[in-house]
């Protein structure tokens, strides 16, 4: 959708792993040598910023969806008996990154001495399933990279020598004495043991993800979808003041269930999320989007890791906020990345690297908290000549899939209006809520609407067209097989760069909130 006014503001901390229980790991490795803005300003509650929008003939045109003009999961858990992290080869500005606070147990780590640059701590490989209480031992296996012979301390009980410049595998084996135990790369180059690297055990995160060891493909068939874990079932909510204030809830007759902010402006408001502090009493689900890129920024350098820092500053920053509440954190990062409006679209040129820096966001994100959902949430309408199936950055990748849906292009006056375009497509990319939903059942992927709303006109069949699909589509309390459900939709309650248009409280378009209201919102 088009861009949006300033409401995002909220910061998040750091969800450390648990410390507590594993000691006394014996190591035993085998080596065979060397490896591989401008934006307007923000609005007081939820940050969003107001980006330029293309003009609305050109966006029409271009099958732009948007909330008016143009701009604007629990961890992705795995039922495989093994945990991968693909190792991916360094590159020009990817030694960043600082140790995160609380991933290691406490004296467990002796690390040799550090070369210059902070460290950062990745999950190991693991070619078993977590280790469970009682258990004797569990192997691991990394590859690394040495550019020289040098020794690596591993677990600060055994050092071993890595030759260069032939590949390495390093099999460690590790006594358990806490349940479940997992292995943790510590090194100033992310994914890289190098020289003054170690590798430790520690509790294994809440949730685990498998990666895929190679770039992921759009084509592969659709992964279970039992990964997400069961679900409450879909919860509905706003956005904006109203939502922040508590007004929304009135207004409906039901509290809002899940809200949503934005942290996509300026490098500073992506990395501190100010938006989320106008919830810090709200107890449900919040999605959080964040731009990824600011001007001057390029997917280019974000594939090499430049921007990881700023990342993962605001990663731990909405867990700081957030991870003491019992409702689910989305993340969507890149939103509306199919759209021509903000710094962070995704073109011809740019789609190699987007899905390389995507993967690193999704480690970053799960490493650092692993109990956030990952949203990919491209806008409904694409305008980057980019075909979404491209895009997508693979389904071990993605948590839940989340549209950006608005009533224009063409407008929903009555109830053919609505049920002609329901499954409509563009090209070969979905544009109906009809063709998302498909769209997300074919990869397995529950299904959300983190911004919808009216912005052409006071349409009650609009509203009573989306609730009927979303409740038809809804997932219901300890669904497990998710696919093309829905689990949360967010109605776009902002006067957006000042345009009233889309807003349903406060007396804006009185016809389509008057039905609103006499509707079951969320189970």
């Known amino acids: 959708m088009p861009p949006k006014d300033s409401w995002r503001h909220q910061t998040p901390g750091l969800v450390a792993l648990a410390a ?115 258990t004797t031992t569990t192997t691991t296996t990394t590859t690394t990279t040495a550019a020289a012979p040098t020794s690596v301390l591993l677990n600060g009980t055994s050092t071993v020598t890595v030759p260069a410049p032939t590949t390495s595998t390093v099999t460690v084996t590790v006594t358990v004495t806490a349940s479940p135990t997992c292995l943790f790369l510590t ?62 809830g009135t207004f409906r007759g039901k509290p809002i269930q899940v809200t949503a902010v934005w942290g996509d402006t300026t490098a500073e408001e992506q990395s501190q999320v100010n938006a989320l502090d106008a919830y810090d009493t709200f107890d449900g689900d919040v999605d959080v989007a964040i731009g990824g890129l600011v001007k ?53 040129s740019d789609v190699t690297s987007f899905k390389t820096a995507w993967k690193l966001y999704h480690d970053l994100l799960k490493q650092e908290y692993p109990a956030a959902k990952l949203v990919f949430s491209p806008n409904s309408g694409s305008s980057t000549n980019v075909p979404i199936s491209e895009m997508y950055p693979g389904d071990d990748l993605v948590d839940v899939i989340g549209v950006d849906f608005y009533d224009g292009w063409p407008s929903v006056t009555d109830a053919a209006g609505w049920a002609a375009n329901l499954d409509t497509m563009q090209g070969a990319n979905p544009y109906g809520v009809g063709a998302w939903q498909k769209f997300a059942a074919s990869h397995g992927k529950p299904l959300a609407f983190p911004e919808w709303g009216l912005r052409a006109g006071d349409h009650p069949a609009f509203i009573q067209g989306m609730h009927d699909f979303l409740a038809q589509h809804a997932a219901h309390p300890g669904d497990t097989d998710l696919g093309g459900k829905i689990v949360y939709d967010v109605y776009f309650d902002i006067a957006n760069g000042g345009n009233s248009d889309f807003m349903i409280t406060g007396g804006h378009n009185p016809t389509a909130a008057a039905l609103y209201r006499t509707l079951t919102w969320g189970l």
């Open 187 to 248: 090194s100033t180059v992310p994914n890289l043991l190098q020289p003054g690297s170690a590798i430790t055990s520690g509790p294994c995160p809440t949730s685990t993800t498998t990666a895929a060891p190679t770039t992921s493909s759009s084509t592969t068939g659709p992964s279970s979808s039992t990964s997400y874990g069961p679900t409450s079932g879909w919860h509905s909510g706003a956005s904006g003041d109203s939502a922040a204030s508590g007004a929304f």
């Open 296 to 348: 001057g920024d390029t997917w280019a350098q974000a594939a090499q890791g430049a921007y990881v820092e700023r990342w993962r500053t605001a990663i731990r920053k909405i867990a700081s906020k957030r991870s003491s509440k019992p409702g689910t954190v989305y993340v969507r990062f890149a939103h509306e990345l199919n759209g021509d409006w903000f710094d962070w679209k995704v073109t011809p």
């Open 20 to 134: 507590a229980g594993l000691v006394m790991p014996l190591v035993v490795a085998y080596v065979a040598g060397g490896y591989e803005d401008e934006m307007s300003p923000l609005s007081p509650v939820n940050g969003r910023p107001v980006a330029q929008s293309a003009p609305e003939p050109a966006r029409a045109a271009a099958g732009g969806q948007g909330g008016g003009s143009t701009a604007e999961g629990a961890s992705h858990s795995s039922s495989s008996s093994s945990d991968s992290l693909s190792l991916v080869p360094p590159g020009p500005g990817t030694s960043t990154g600082s140790q995160p606070t609380g991933s290691q147990p406490t004296g467990s780590q002796q690390t040799a001495a550090q070369p210059t640059g902070a460290a950062t701590t990745t999950k190991v490989t693991t070619t078993s399933t977590p280790a469970a209480a009682s």
